[in-house]
């Protein structure tokens, strides 16, 4: 019997939390001394974004620096998982409502790499990375992941990985610094969470304000929906690295089960 996977969706942040060592970097090394040791990692992250849902098929996946302006030690880490083929079958064949299209070209961004360098850090588990459609709604993307679930029962772990919060043209720098603002729909999407209520998170552009600043462009945020869609009734949720910083930036993380 293979033992059900938990889920993770983890606020991610800065890409220098890959090599600082802060609260958020030691959270999610907790984290990943918990976890079962998967056969291997589907990863939904905030910086791959195309037309169609793609996924990447390649056997050695090439670690990209999405970003800019950062010390050279950053662009000196390298992720080197392994791909997997199967994998990649396996979710063309579960996912039924949407074509899923094979990638070359892409490899793993640093929402997910600067987490599994921390999650994973020998980098010994085959990853596999899953697109954002730009083209879909928030509801379908919720869909999509429901789609996902029998993986966790084949010991494929799911790692969505963005922010709840993240408004950059907003940031201050000041790590103890919260807008109220985003405290409030950081702590509206927990109660949610909590009380199994998944519409209010759907339907984000109908909460107000707060949801309107939270959520100023979506990509950080629809990841979330992937881990809410594969959520059984009555699952076990816990939270870990949960705190806004630098006034608009949620890195609230998320396990189920």
Known sequence: ???????????????????????????????GR?????????????????????????ETPRTIYDFYGFPKELYEVTYPAAGSPDLVKTVRNVIKKTDIQPDMSWGLDHGTWSVLARLFPKADVPVVQISLDRAKSARQHYELGQQLKELREEGVLIISSGNIVHNLRMVVWDDQQK????????????????????????EY????????????????????LYTLGLKDPGEQVSFFADRVTMGSISMRSIKLG
């Open 179 to 202: 807008f109220d603002w985003a405290e409030k729909f950081d702590t509206n999407v927990k109660d949610w969470i909590l009380a199994d209520d998944h519409e209010p998170i759907i």
């Open 205 to 224: 552009q109908k909460q107000g304000r707060a949801a309107e600043l939270a959520i100023n462009s979506a990509e950080h945020y629809l990841p979330l």
């Open 34 to 58: 918990q976890l079962p040791r998967p056969k291997a990692i589907l990863a939904v992250s905030a910086h791959w974004e195309t037309m169609g849902t793609k996924v990447t098929a390649m």
């Open 1 to 31: 019997m293979t033992e059900k996977m938990p889920v993770l969706f983890v606020g991610h942040g800065s890409p220098m939390n890959a090599i600082e060592e802060n609260e958020f970097a030691q959270a999610w090394s907790n984290m």
